[in-house]
């Protein structure tokens, strides 16, 4: 069932002509999408992963030893139904693409709103535009950002102009060429947020996905680079957040605004094992790695996900609409 | 003892194999140099907005395959891209993939123009663009290969799972060229098994660049050609890799102990 067992995979050896082509073979012999559910044990390679047999024969689990996080969407519910007792703390950091529908909801959930450079000028076009029925001017300023920060390169003069008077602090680094623009706004908030824990502090970012491919990749290694802080990059199709290694994560679905598309995805290092709960197609310390099975189009099944795994995660998961 | 150092002055002096890559397929018809590295174009169409620089690649390809909704996306947005009424203009030799999107007019048209409709619906394991790629390898003559480029549109943005698919998609035929293309940007593989020579067409592309270890780190790579070169250099998701870096020259190279993803700007093409 496999698309890789078709007729094209070159499977005899012996051939001294054939031996260099089986060599490349090893990349695409391995499906991809494969969704672990009932496979007749594939005919050729026992790397293909294989349910897990009995429980007698589970591996010993390392999840004991990790301290455990826990991650929630509750913050794109309407605000009216937001649970009393949530501890989190908010930022929002727009970057230079056009807004979600959903923007004006987490500005107003957020304690601190950051612009990177022009994510300044989507949101002086983009809120009046998601606001329609109000004011221009209300809308601007109402929605002021706290701080507009990066290499300037972008923000129209203008719409600088505009914020700067309403109070808008305008934090010019155009000197330093080494750091993306996302990387600046969560270092200041992280310097700036009160406390030496910041383990309630999520930052939620507008405009990290899609547009430029290096972009989006800068954007994503920075959820790298800052393991132990909550960043949710967000796009009108989806939320994607880093599950790090060093952790084992639950994961609460908040089924009225997101799924049931999911999907674990190894970035940085391939992931020699994996266990997830309560999705479609479960993991069961698998192997995950580019090149052969990445968890795509998984659907949640539950209202809880665990995962476990000995490698950094990137989660995703669409949203609805 | 002189032997042996004389054996070690031969390894690290031998040259792997190059590769060479070219987005000469990005230029107006009429603009085509005399030899490209591969000629022999396919292009795909996933189903998302099509860039507008679609007519050229329709053009400059030999066979165009639909992947599933990518047909609704021709048959919607082709005519009003070209000013040309005329959707018998754009009629793709196959219509691929699970047909859960495309929509019953636009397949019954497609159809009775004489698209082929291969149907893939009881494949439920893979995402229409390896469906897709799996049927140009196994329809493409040994021989043609090394002369074949996939071109694929739409691949990018939209849900990130579907983009992480696609992006391993690449990985998993990384023996084969593919190059998934946005209004702002193209990325490819460059696989570690070759030495890279992209010749930059710099009136379509550029100058914003990058270089990415999606999948493994690399603990050695080596560029020349970029404003910000790579000097036997490490890098990891969680460290350094290269964003933002710009085109220096007209000609990059590449070698890496890590199979990388490139990727480079596209100026606003029409």
Redesign the interface.
């Known amino acids: 069932?496999?698309?890789?067992w078709?007729?094209?995979a070159p499977v005899a050896v012996g051939d001294a002509d054939q031996i260099q082509f089986l060599k490349?073979?090893t990349?695409?012999r391995?499906?991809?999408?494969?969704?672990f559910s009932e496979h007749a044990p594939c005919p050729m390679e026992p790397h293909h992963p294989r349910r897990a047999p009995t429980a007698a024969m589970d591996p010993p689990s390392p999840a004991g030893a990790r301290p455990a996080m826990s991650h929630s969407s509750a913050f794109l519910l309407p605000s009216s139904a937001t649970p009393a007792a949530s501890a989190d703390a908010y930022a929002v950091v727009v970057l230079n693409q056009r807004l979600p529908r959903f923007a004006p909801l987490l500005w107003d959930r957020a304690q601190v709103r950051v612009c990177a450079d022009g994510g300044a000028n989507r949101v002086f076009d983009g809120m009046p535009e998601l606001l329609p029925g109000h004011a221009r001017d209300d809308v601007r300023s109402r929605y002021k950002p706290d701080v507009i920060k990066g290499d300037m390169d972008s923000v129209r003069p203008e719409v600088k102009e505009y914020y700067s008077n309403l109070g808008t602090k305008i934090a010019d680094q155009s000197h330093d060429q080494d750091t993306?623009d996302l990387h600046k706004c969560v270092a200041f908030i992280t310097d700036n947020s009160p406390g030496s824990d910041k383990s309630n502090l999520c930052i939620l970012v507008l405009g990290a996905?899609?547009?430029?491919?290096?972009?989006e990749?800068?954007n994503?290694?920075v959820l790298?680079?800052f393991?132990n802080i909550k960043i949710v990059l967000l796009?009108d199709?989806?939320l994607?957040f880093l599950l790090p290694r060093t952790h084992t994560h639950s994961i609460h679905i908040e089924r009225s605004v997101e799924g049931p598309?999911?999907?674990l995805?190894?970035?940085?290092?391939?992931s020699t094992s994996t266990t997830t709960t309560g999705l479609r197609w479960n993991l069961d310390n698998t192997h995950m790695?580019?090149?052969?099975l990445?968890s795509?189009?998984?659907i949640v099944d539950e209202d809880q996900v665990m995962v476990t795994s000995d490698s950094?995660l990137?989660w995703?998961i669409?949203l609805r609409h | 003892d002189y032997l042996q150092e004389d054996k070690m002055l031969w390894r690290t002096i031998r040259s792997m194999e190059v590769m060479a890559h070219s987005s000469s397929f990005l230029l107006p018809k009429l603009h085509q140099p005399a030899k490209t590295p591969a000629n022999n174009y396919t292009l795909v169409v996933l189903n998302q907005q099509l860039p507008r620089f679609m007519p050229r690649l329709w053009a400059q390809a030999k066979m165009r395959i639909c992947a599933d909704g990518g047909a609704n996306r021709i048959f919607d947005e082709m005519s009003q891209m070209t000013n040309d009424l005329d959707r018998n203009r754009y009629i793709p030799e196959i219509v691929e993939g699970d047909m859960d999107s495309i929509r019953p007019e636009v397949k019954r048209f497609y159809s009775s123009q004489g698209s082929k409709i291969s149907d893939k619906s009881h494949?439920?394991?893979?995402?229409d663009l390896?469906?897709c790629i799996?049927s140009i390898?196994?329809r493409t003559p040994d021989h043609e290969k090394a002369n074949l480029c996939v071109l694929v549109t739409g691949a990018?943005?939209?849900?990130?799972?579907?983009e992480?698919?696609n992006?391993?998609?690449l990985?998993?035929?990384?023996?084969m060229r593919i190059v998934l293309l946005?209004d702002?940007?193209l990325?490819q593989l460059l696989p570690k098994?070759h030495h890279h020579e992209i010749y930059i067409e710099s009136s379509v592309e550029g100058p914003?660049?990058?270089i990415?270890?999606?999948?493994?780190?690399s603990t050695s790579t080596t560029t020349t050609g970029l404003k910000w070169n790579l000097s036997d250099a490490e890098m990891?998701?969680?460290?350094m890799?290269s964003?933002?870096?710009i085109v220096d020259s007209d000609k990059v190279t590449v070698q890496s102990d890590a199979?990388l993803?490139w990727?480079i700007?596209l100026r606003n093409l029409t």
Not at chain 2, 236 to 239: L, N, P
Request: charge should be negative; hydrophobic fraction near 25%.
């Open positions: 069932r496999c698309a890789s078709t007729s094209e490349h073979s990349r695409t391995a499906t991809i999408n494969c969704n993306t996905l899609g547009g430029r491919f290096d972009h990749m800068g994503i290694n790298h680079l393991p796009s199709d989806c994607i598309h999911c999907g995805i190894p970035v940085g290092t391939p790695s580019f090149g052969g990445i795509t189009s998984n950094d990137i995703t669409s | 494949n439920q394991e893979t995402t390896h469906k799996s390898r196994h990018l943005g939209g849900r990130f799972d579907h992480a698919a992006i391993n998609v990985y998993v035929f990384s023996d946005s702002d940007c990325i098994t914003h660049c990058g990415f270890p999606i999948g493994a780190p990891r998701f969680g460290s890799i964003t933002s870096n199979d993803l990727t700007s």
